[in-house]
């Protein structure tokens, strides 16, 4: 059975930062193209980010060079460094590789 | 960038009645490899979103028979024959030719 498990979301002020990961089980991350998709409190689906199978990374416009995707093999774990969170940032957070999305992580941006 | 237009917004639903969402997408989504890249998930309340259809028509492991996605290049549709309890939710469509991008979604309701 395929799993996929983020932690690492949380409360963080404006300009801070936060690392997210998404422990995979029964699929392979590196195998797949692996993505982040945020959802804001009462909005739609928004793609965050993605790694592909190669390792080319790619990011939506509004975390270009704040958030870096990242992943581990050894530890079939896919990562999200998000850097200078706004209040903007505010949403769960679910990584997901088509078939398959985790059950997502609250990340709240708030002083 | 590609954009993902979804209609209708809302749509109310007699249970046991067909049900029909169109999605529209900017460019073309035929790849050279001869594969259309347009998915569609529904999201149930308080849940991650689950895929139904990938690739315009193919139904996702354990997807009932009542869901159905046809279309090609711009032009896409999800159906669904007749409509359960269970069905309820926002739909969304998805493309993945370039990058990732998600249509606004349509909020399925039951009468």
């Known amino acids: 059975e395929v799993q996929l498990v983020e932690s690492g979301g949380g409360l963080i002020q404006p300009g801070g930062s936060l690392r997210l990961s998404c422990a995979a089980s029964?699929?392979?991350?590196?195998?797949?193209?692996m993505t982040w998709v945020r959802q804001a409190p009462g909005k739609g689906l928004e793609w965050v980010s993605v790694i592909y199978s190669g390792g080319n990374t790619y990011y939506a416009d509004s975390v270009k060079g704040r958030f870096t995707i990242s992943r581990d093999n050894s530890k079939n774990t896919l990562y999200l460094q998000m850097n200078s969170l706004r209040a903007d940032d505010t949403a769960v957070y679910y990584c997901a590789s088509i078939g398959y999305w985790g059950q997502g992580t609250l990340v709240t941006v708030s002083s | 960038d590609i954009v993902m237009t979804q209609t209708p917004l809302s749509l109310s639903v007699t249970p046991g009645q067909p049900a029909s969402i169109s999605c529209k997408s900017s460019q073309s989504l035929l790849h050279s490899d001869g594969k259309t890249y347009l998915y569609w998930y529904l999201q149930k309340p308080g849940q991650p979103p689950q895929l139904l259809i990938y690739?315009?028509?193919n139904r996702f492991s354990g997807v009932p028979d009542r869901f159905s996605g046809s279309g090609s290049g711009t032009d896409f549709t999800l159906k669904i024959s007749r409509v359960e309890a269970e069905d309820v939710g926002v739909y969304y469509c998805?493309?993945?030719?370039?990058?990732?991008?998600f249509g606004g979604g349509t909020k399925v309701e039951i009468k």
């Open positions: 690739e315009v028509s």
């Open positions: 029964g699929f392979t991350v590196s195998s797949n193209y």
């Open positions: 998805m493309q993945s030719i370039q990058l990732l991008t």
